[in-house]
């Protein structure tokens, strides 16, 4: 398989998509990662954990539509070209 720009973009649609589809009940709040998790005080500096979450929260915010649009461009171009 060769390293082309193709691969790179589908790299990164996968990635988006393994965060996408992270449930926060049913798998972020098992391993500590829920929604009452990384709650910091009134101007206190977010850490790293609440960053991510936040990140996560983002992404299936607003990535949903965009990634339904993509996947399926995807399939088509895989379909077309092999």
């Not at 991510?52 to 070209?81: D, G, H, K, Q, Y």
Request: glycine fraction near 10%; hydrophobic fraction near 50%.
């Amino acid at each position: 398989m060769a390293f082309t720009l193709y691969t790179l973009i589908q790299t990164a649609i996968l990635c988006t998509n393994a965060i996408a589809v992270l449930h926060e009940e049913r798998f972020l709040s098992k391993i500590g990662w829920g929604a009452d998790q990384g709650v910091g005080g009134f101007g206190d500096d977010p850490g790293v954990k609440a960053q991510i979450l936040n990140l996560v929260r983002s992404v299936r915010t607003v990535m949903r539509v965009p990634l339904i649009i993509v996947n399926s461009a995807c399939i088509v171009l895989l379909m077309l070209f092999g």
